[in-house]
């Protein structure tokens, strides 16, 4: 009997299709991707692909971002109803509302928001380029929607830069808490502390190092520790562990995003066979988000 691994493989061929996905989808789903990766890494492949369709594992924005940045392909999300939470913490009418009560500031997006609020931004970013896109732009007032925890965290790296902060945030890693860091370390004296800066401030402060998810491997690649510390979702753990053989990886239990998980080998399967359910944006929204994702990916 063919195995659902198969017959994805032999569908994607049939549809000339590549499968990206991000780092904290389920550990099967990033053994058939094409790619695995965070959100910039995986806007650039996006960009770049040759491929007739993308289906893309991880959550909405993501295939919006992919589509807006390849408007001919047909963007297939596994999981229609996968919505980032902080996502809808930032709406394209109250960017338009903070711009009225900030006449001359940038507005710079976390790639983390729906295409409607890209279209209302200056420039998107992601967690591992977001200290440059910020020192890049020319205001000096900067709205930083819609992460408070990852706007604190550029706040403090370009304090040149006044960053008027927004009230969002990722429900995960908001809820890691320095007492969460302090158990590990008890059990885990030698390791390293590694936070993902959509992390609270204080988490922050008692870390070893703040990556995005890919500069996360890159560090425990180059390190020569061999225990380490994730505050970060815990679908970093596999990629970590087959990348980083020798080096072990403690995560805090409760660091589960439900709707990163909801991509299946099943739901991708289904996806293929029906080239379903496809991204679909407006083609006003489209041209205006364009130009800010562009800029997000020319800044590594």
């Known amino acids: 009997m063919t195995s659902t691994r198969e017959r994805i493989a032999a569908l994607?061929?049939?549809?000339?299709?590549?499968?990206?996905?991000?780092?904290?989808?389920?550990?099967?789903?990033?053994?058939?991707?094409?790619?695995?990766?965070d959100s910039l890494g995986l806007s650039i492949i996006a960009s770049g692909t040759d491929a007739d369709a993308i289906v893309f594992c991880g959550v909405t924005f993501m295939a919006e971002s992919a589509k807006i940045l390849n408007p001919k392909k047909k963007v297939i999300i596994p999981e229609e109803y996968a919505a980032c939470p902080m996502a809808s913490m930032c709406t394209a009418e109250q960017i338009r509302d903070a711009r009225k009560c900030h006449k001359d500031a940038c507005v710079v997006g976390y790639v983390n928001s729906t295409a409607s609020s890209k279209a209302e931004m200056d420039v998107c970013c992601t967690s591992s380029n977001a200290v440059d896109i910020v020192s890049s732009?020319?205001?000096?007032?900067?709205?930083f929607v819609p992460d408070m925890n990852l706007g604190a965290y550029v706040a403090s790296k370009v304090p040149s830069k006044n960053i008027i902060p927004w009230n969002g945030y990722c429900p995960i890693h908001q809820s890691i808490t320095e007492k969460n860091i302090a158990d590990l370390r008890e059990g885990h004296p030698d390791a390293v502390v590694i936070a993902h800066p959509e992390c609270r401030t204080d988490v922050l402060n008692i870390a070893d190092a703040v990556c995005s998810t890919e500069k996360m491997i890159a560090y425990a690649k180059a390190s020569d520790k061999k225990e380490f510390i994730m505050a970060t979702e815990i679908g970093m753990k596999h990629r970590l562990t087959k990348e980083c053989p020798g080096k072990r990886f403690y995560f805090i239990d409760h660091a589960i995003c439900s709707v990163m998980k909801m991509t299946s080998l099943s739901s991708i399967l289904k996806a293929l066979e029906t080239m379903s359910p496809e991204i679909s944006i407006d083609d006003d929204t489209m041209e205006r988000a364009k130009e800010p994702l562009i800029k997000m990916t020319e800044v590594k």
């Open 12 to 37: 994607k061929n049939d549809r000339k299709a590549v499968i990206l996905a991000h780092n904290y989808c389920l550990p099967e789903v990033q053994d058939i991707a094409d790619h695995v990766g």
């Open 137 to 143: 732009v020319k205001e000096k007032d900067v709205i």
